[in-house]
Nanobody, 126 residues
């Protein structure tokens, strides 16, 4: 079992930056073998993939965040990060961390993941 806890959310003005963290606990030795991702969900919308990282460190991003967001994983400290720059009001959402052993490559589809955190709120004002 793996538990995921997100932190780092908050309120920021458009153009600002935030760094989200996701701490993994439980079978932490396995984080090295997990693909992980960040998802977000705004009120009334479906949960969408934002960024993902595979076991080899390869990354993939949604078109809406390319060039602005960076995902990274610190296997030694069992932590996933999402650096968000040039934030826009449309980035406002609850952000969730996810992990899986089922695939090696980072994926942006929800079905690939079986471990989820509780979420951290990001609010961007104009």
């Amino acid at each position: 079992q793996v538990q995921l806890v997100e932190s780092g959310g908050g309120s920021v003005q458009a153009g600002g930056s935030l760094r989200l963290s996701c701490a993994a606990s439980g079978s932490t030795y396995a984080t090295y073998y997990m693909s992980m991702g960040w998802f977000r969900q705004a009120p009334g919308n479906e949960r969408e993939g934002v960024a993902a990282i595979g076991t080899d460190g390869a990354t993939t991003y949604a078109d809406s965040v390319k060039g602005r967001f960076t995902i990274s994983k610190d296997n030694a400290n069992y932590t996933l990060y999402l650096q968000m720059n040039s934030l826009k009001p449309e980035d406002t959402a609850m952000y969730y961390c996810a992990a899986t052993f089922k695939v090696l490559r980072g994926r942006l589809d929800r079905d690939a993941y079986n471990y989820w955190g509780q979420g951290t709120q990001v609010t961007v004002s104009s």
